[in-house]
């Protein structure tokens, strides 16, 4: 089995073409392909990423949900890899990913480490080792069988945060979800720029709202304040 690493982007110039080609060196010869799915970005991501050897197409919609399923309609290997862009997939991910689906798990993602060290990012990064779905996010990366995901109807559209989240939940209400030992790295530097501490209050707030029924536009709008 292959995987397909879908990577949404917008505005990720100075990240992608590294991404890229982290993916190819790290994935060895299980990569079938990587595309990313630009989100009508107004620098260069779309060039560096053709550049650095990704096949790239353009979402007519942005935000993540829509881009990565426009990825996963474009992708054609039996497992469906999804990255951000600011993350880095660890050395062997590809060989980790096709174990897990040969243990019978059908989808999973990795835990996270931080490319800062810094105490508070480090303890946050802990806590995903555990099967916890408030610990589940993005950042993490997915990986998931092609038909599985188009079994659940794939990422929800109509989510401007929160999709990755509620796609993970869903997935465990009828398969079976692993997390790899191994980390992903991602870029602090939100954390950098917002400040740690208000950073996190700021993502637990979204959190504890969407699950009382704020609208994703409200949900959005404080993201959208950073």
């Not at 590809?94 to 040969?102: D, L, M, R």
């Not at 559209?157 to 997390?179: G, L, P, Q």
Request: net charge negative.
């Amino acid at each position: 089995m292959k995987l397909s690493v879908i990577i949404p982007a917008y505005n990720e110039e100075s990240e992608i073409a590294e991404t890229i080609a982290l993916v190819k060196k790290r994935g060895h010869n299980l990569v079938k392909e990587i595309i990313v799915v630009d989100g009508q970005s107004t620098d260069n991501t779309e060039a560096e990423a053709r550049l650095a050897g990704a096949k790239v197409v353009i979402s007519p919609r942005k935000g993540r949900a829509a881009q990565m399923n426009v990825g996963a309609e474009q992708a054609s290997a039996e497992i469906l890899y999804f990255l951000h862009a600011d993350t880095r997939p660890p050395e062997g991910f590809a060989e980790s990913v096709c174990h897990a689906i040969g243990k019978d798990y059908q989808a999973g993602c990795f835990q996270l480490a931080f490319d800062e060290d810094h105490l508070l990012l480090d303890l946050y990064a802990w806590f995903t080792r555990f099967d916890v779905d408030a610990f589940r996010f993005g950042d993490q990366s997915l990986f998931v069988l092609r038909d599985v995901f188009f079994a659940i109807d794939g990422f929800r559209e109509d989510h401007i945060v929160m999709e990755d989240n509620e796609i993970v939940r869903r997935i465990k209400d009828e398969y079976d979800f692993t997390i790899i030992e191994d980390a992903v790295e991602t870029s602090a530097r939100l954390y950098q720029e917002v400040g740690i501490l208000k950073l996190q209050f700021i993502f637990v707030l979204i959190y504890t709202l969407y699950f009382c029924g704020v609208e994703q536009e409200t949900l959005a709008n404080i993201k959208g304040s950073l």
